[in-house]
């Protein structure tokens, strides 16, 4: 039995491990037809972002890209692209531990809210007078939301951004597992304090999305497991006016982009068109 336990302690000890290790990769170069600036900048995170700024309309506004965990800037791509001809500057970046961005571990949101802040900083100084807004999708949004103090932005896209660490956690286990996996929860967010000294109450993003005041689009995939649409609910019942709720019938934890096609598009573009 004793070994059974120790057994049982040490997977769970690895797959928090696995879960955050950094995932470093090699960004192939931007297409040439969206004659992409290569741009690094320092982050309070400790890490120096790697990332790449296209020059839109002057005075359109610039979009900053978010991606999601395990992912890096060359995942915002197809968004860039129709921004782009939209007129808009846009921002991609790696957050820490991602892409070509160093980093020691993943922090689903903590470190790279710091990230997002710094990125925010080099668009304030880069073109400064133009209104920004956000993209940000999954871990991506939810380090917009964490990010202290607020992001200073114009408006906000949140894509499938989970409400607290806790549920995220017991959602992915529950859908790899099975649903009595979730008992395993509390030991893979002991885990954040224990390998980041981080404490699982500073993973919320449900307790920082009221205090962001400026219009938010919330978009949420119908069939989402990882972020089921009842949290997405009770994350746009928790944020403030101006919002909205977008909700992509048939969608997974996926690349809403993609699932969405020409309606996201469209959708975004308005949402930009109106609050930048």
């Given at each position: 039995m004793v070994i059974l336990f120790l057994a049982a302690a040490g997977g769970i000890w690895y797959v928090g491990m696995a879960l955050s290790s950094p995932d470093r990769s090699e960004v192939p170069s931007p297409p040439e037809n969206l004659a992409a600036q290569v741009v690094q900048f320092p982050s309070?995170?400790?890490?120096?972002?790697h990332g790449w700024f296209i020059k839109g309309t002057e005075k359109a506004g610039v979009i900053i890209l978010m991606h999601g965990v395990r992912a890096n800037r060359s995942s915002m791509i197809e968004r860039a692209r129709f921004l782009f001809r939209a007129g808009y500057s846009v921002l991609l970046f790696d957050f820490q531990a991602h892409g070509e961005s160093p980093g020691e571990q993943i922090t689903f949101g903590y470190l790279e809210s710091r990230?997002?802040?710094?990125?925010?900083?080099?668009?304030?100084?880069?073109a400064p007078g133009e209104k920004i807004g956000v993209i940000g999708v999954s871990m991506g949004g939810a380090a917009a939301v964490l990010?202290?103090?607020?992001?200073?932005?114009?408006?906000?896209?949140?894509?499938?951004?989970?409400?607290?660490?806790?549920?995220?956690?017991?959602?992915?286990?529950?859908?790899?597992?099975?649903?009595?996996?979730?008992?395993?929860?509390?030991?893979?967010?002991?885990?954040?304090?224990a390998r980041l000294g981080i404490s699982p109450?500073?993973?919320?993003?449900?307790?920082?999305?009221?205090?962001?005041?400026?219009?938010?689009?919330?978009?949420?995939?119908?069939?989402?497991?990882?972020?089921?649409?009842?949290?997405?609910?009770?994350?746009?019942?928790?944020?403030?006016?101006?919002k909205e709720l977008w909700i992509v019938p048939g969608a997974g934890h996926v690349d809403l982009s993609i699932a969405a096609g020409e309606e996201y598009e469209r959708r975004v573009i308005r949402f930009f068109g109106e609050h930048l």
């Open positions: 309070a995170s400790g890490s120096t972002i990230d997002a802040q710094a990125a925010v900083d080099f668009v304030r100084a880069t990010a202290q103090p607020r992001l200073n932005i114009d408006a906000i896209v949140l894509e499938m951004v989970y409400p607290t660490i806790e549920q995220a956690t017991s959602n992915r286990l529950k859908t790899n597992l099975g649903g009595w996996a979730s008992i395993l929860t509390p030991l893979l967010t002991w885990q954040l304090y109450d500073e993973l919320h993003p449900i307790d920082r999305i009221g205090d962001i005041s400026v219009a938010k689009l919330i978009i949420a995939g119908a069939e989402d497991l990882s972020t089921p649409l009842e949290e997405s609910n009770e994350l746009y019942s928790r944020a403030a006016a101006p």
